[in-house]
């Protein structure tokens, strides 16, 4: 397992298009921070940032640990190195698990870095501000691991199945975007049943405005960030419980299925 | 049932037929992708419930799915067969329990409950102002929630917020609700009709209105006007006092309008049979049993709408009432959505200003506003009015609380029990209207911006505030919150003097703080004239008011 996975490793800083894509989106999640900064006109705050701007981006950002396991996953399958290591006396499990562990630890540490440069960018240069406090946030980016976690699993299942990383990429992505969309036209209040509609939760700050007498002074938006403990549990469970279920479904195929 | 439901168990019946004959194919077949056929159903179960969420009803459902999974691990015609019969077999307990457990989608109402309740105590902007517990508020309401909650009683969970509404004495503070369930239990809270409503009249006597023709009272001899002495056998003020549910009255933050609308609610009250005695056109008393002839709500909303809903015309519309004398209708403190949107009312000031001087060259010299049943909108549209109508000088509106970014709410100084004063609103008068006589037409229904406009107003030399009724005095602004059963909305933003007290509500003592200048009498000329000759009473009042 050990051997396996510095192989691995080995295969992934040779990578290019992996840090090409890391670098892409990285550098997008950047250009709409510069625009919505020159949008807001005096500055930007983290906590106005992460409140009412992130969410599209976080989505966009998902492209990563896409590429990711799709490269970790599938790209063994088109060379045959996961024939080799069967013939070389590895076991299945231990092809599927120390790469499913790669795409997991990798996908969600990169997607992380990408979803928090800005808000540790904006922090430095404009300070936090007063929308959310960094508790919240820092709870709900912690929270936030587990459905990136169980996406990765799905993505795991999914090349698995399709045996190429190409084309889990872009099977995955249309997935994603179907089930965004899905989300986004269909459930009502972001549950947490699909792992794009748990982050869809835990990144939607539910909010208020209020407003005062005197019309000169612009709308107050409050946020209310304090997630309640049935949400963060039902986060933690259905992510676990899902994430788990596919990772499982993957690997039951895989020790099952012919390599050809 | 819910359509998504009723796809979701057809088409769990559906797979499951599908792989009690896939199951023979699938375990002789080279390509192991068969097996995949066996998640299917999971993920199509998921989908499902991210669109209309999970429901303890198709529980059996939810098991069936997982049980197909266990297709995919084992592979074995048997246990395939007999999981995919197992799915059917359960769908369809499923089915059944859908369609007669009564919990079925009900919405959780103590959940609600606390989501609403929790929001409103963190929120309120006038808690110490009307000295409202909270805690046994609490105490009082949870119990009946879960109660109704038990008995999956969607009616009784309407009537209880509605109770918990009127109990502040606020008149933003309302919830709503599907229009079915409220309309039954509209239909449950105002009890039984009889042919009749009541008022009771300035000199303490309760008379008969809004009397049906063809029914038991009106053959008795009971006509609008009659004096009701008792009710199911007891008299009308002591039912008043003691028997009638006051949460249910609505527009009630000033004690005073209460007492004009009780004995409405005392119409409602009784059985089948209702014995009612009343004083006949001889002036005996006789008694008649009344029996019930439906629901109450229809006549008393009718009456409350005959007595409250003013001119029946449109917003900022003009009516010459005699040679000298223009009626204004403002329904709303509204104009259009581009106005209000950026609080800039000039165009509508300006139509205003060109009808006005308009007026006044036809050789109108005095002016009715009518703003009864105003239900009120932006303070720019009150300011833009105020403007023309008042001389020109500054005058104060009233201030904004200063805003606390950090702590997410009003400044508040516990120590003297007043908001931290923000921002101060005044405007100039621009004297488009002059000296002549100005009457304001209020009542109850006159909420909100409607307030605030009676209230800057009443500031004016040669302006009078008349009705059977004062204003609503609601004056803060409002925020909601939704959940699943319905809307509950409250105040939240304070609008204050400029020492930091409330301006408009009044406080605990239920005072009226728009006060009338001139209470109209309600009489017996009065209901003769509103409730046989269809007449608008108080604007032949006001009328003659401004004539004297």
Not at chain 1, 118 to 124: F, H, I, T
Not at chain 2, 27 to 36: G, N
Not at chain 2, 274 to 303: H, M
Request: charged share 20%; with cysteine; aromatic share 12%.
């Amino acid at each position: 397992m050990k051997d396996l996975i510095k192989a691995q490793l080995y295969q992934l800083r040779k990578s290019r298009l992996i840090i090409i894509v890391f670098i892409a989106v990285l550098l997008l999640q950047f250009t709409n921070l510069i625009g919505e900064i020159s949008y807001s006109g005096n500055g930007l705050y983290a906590s106005t940032y992460i409140a009412g701007m992130s969410q599209d981006m976080i989505f966009f950002s998902l492209f990563f640990p896409i590429v990711f396991t799709g490269l970790v996953c599938g790209g063994d399958f088109l060379d045959r190195t996961a024939n080799y290591e069967l013939m070389s006396g590895h076991t299945r499990r231990q092809i599927y698990f120390c790469r499913a562990i790669i795409s997991l630890v990798g996908g969600a540490v990169g997607t992380l870095i990408i979803i928090t440069a800005p808000v540790v960018v904006l922090s430095v240069v404009y300070g936090w501000g007063t929308d959310i406090s960094v508790k919240e946030a820092v709870i709900r980016y912690a929270l936030m691991i587990l459905p990136i976690l169980r996406i990765i699993c799905e993505c795991v299942f999914f090349t698995y199945v399709v045996k190429n990383p190409y084309l889990t990429m872009a099977s995955s992505y249309i997935v994603y975007v179907l089930s965004l969309s899905y989300g986004e036209l269909f459930s009502k209040n972001a549950s947490v049943f699909l792992g794009i509609t748990t982050i869809m939760k835990l990144t939607k700050y539910e909010s208020w405005s209020t407003y005062t007498l005197d019309n000169t002074v612009d709308m107050i938006k409050v946020y209310e960030a304090t997630l309640s403990a049935g949400d963060i549990l039902s986060v933690i469970f259905a992510s676990v419980m899902i994430g788990g279920l596919f990772l499982f479904t993957g690997y039951r195929y895989f020790h099952e299925d012919d390599l050809n | 049932m819910l359509y998504s439901d009723l796809i979701l168990i057809l088409v769990t019946i559906g797979f499951s037929l599908g792989l009690y004959f896939l199951a023979g194919y699938a375990a002789k077949a080279l390509s192991s992708k068969w097996k995949l056929c066996y998640v299917v159903p999971f993920i199509v179960c998921i989908l499902f419930a991210e669109l209309s969420g999970t429901e303890i009803s198709l529980l059996g459902v939810y098991i069936g799915v997982a049980l197909l999974f266990v297709g995919f691990i084992k592979e074995d015609v048997r246990i395939r067969r007999m999981v995919s019969v197992g799915t059917i077999v359960l769908t369809f307990v499923s089915i059944l329990i859908c369609l007669f457990y009564p919990g079925y989608r009900m919405p959780n109402f103590v959940s609600d409950f606390k989501t609403g309740f929790t929001s409103m105590k963190e929120h309120y902007c006038m808690t110490e102002h009307k000295n409202i517990d909270w805690d046994a508020m609490y105490e009082e309401y949870l119990p009946k929630f879960k109660e109704a909650q038990k008995n999956h009683d969607e009616v009784e969970n309407y009537i209880l917020w509605i109770e918990l509404c009127n109990s502040m004495h606020d008149g933003h503070v309302a919830y709503s609700a599907d229009k079915k369930i409220a309309d039954k239990a509209i239909d449950k809270m105002y009890g039984n009709d009889y042919g009749l409503s009541l008022i009771t009249l300035s000199d303490g006597n309760t008379v008969a209105i809004n009397v049906q023709e063809n029914s038991e009272v009106y053959s008795a001899g009971i006509r609008n006007g009659t004096v009701i002495t008792s009710w199911d056998g007891k008299s009308v003020d002591e039912l008043k006092s003691n028997d009638i549910p006051i949460e249910w009255l609505p527009y009630n933050p000033v004690k005073e309008n209460d007492d004009f609308n009780s004995a409405m609610l005392v119409a409602g009250m009784g059985g089948d049979i209702v014995s009612i005695g009343f004083i006949d056109e001889n002036g005996k008393e006789k008694s008649v049993s009344a029996p019930k002839l439906g629901t109450y709500s229809k006549r008393l909303e009718d009456t409350v709408d005959i007595l409250y809903s003013g001119i029946k015309a449109s917003n900022l519309t003009w009516h010459d009432l005699n040679e000298n004398t223009a009626v204004l209708r403002l329904t709303q403190m509204m104009y259009d959505t581009d106005s209000s949107a950026n609080s800039n009312f000039s165009r509508m000031k300006e139509e205003l200003k060109a009808n006005i001087l308009e007026q006044k060259e036809k050789g109108i010299e005095n002016l009715i506003i009518d703003l009864r049943c105003n239900g009120g909108g932006d303070p720019g549209f009150i300011i833009a009015i105020a403007e023309l109508l008042s001389p020109e000088t500054e005058f104060s509106y009233a201030c904004s609380a200063l805003w606390d970014a950090n702590a997410k709410e009003f400044s508040y100084d516990s120590e003297s029990g007043t908001y931290v004063v923000g921002n101060k609103v005044t405007y100039t008068g621009e004297n488009v209207w002059g000296d002549g006589q100005i009457v304001i037409l209020v009542n109850m229904a006159t909420i909100s911006a409607g307030d605030h406009f009676t209230q800057l107003m009443s500031a004016l030399d040669n302006v009078t505030i008349m009705g059977f009724t004062s204003s609503n005095c609601s004056g803060q602004a409002i925020r909601g919150v939704s959940f699943e059963s319905g809307v509950l909305q409250f105040s939240s933003v304070p609008t204050v003097h400029e020492d930091g007290t409330i301006y408009i509500d009044p406080d605990a003592s239920r005072k009226a703080t728009v006060p009338l200048d001139i209470k109209i009498p309600f009489d017996e000329r009065a209901v003769k004239a509103i409730f046989d000759d269809g007449e608008d009473y108080e604007l032949q009042y006001a009328e003659e008011y401004l004539r004297k």
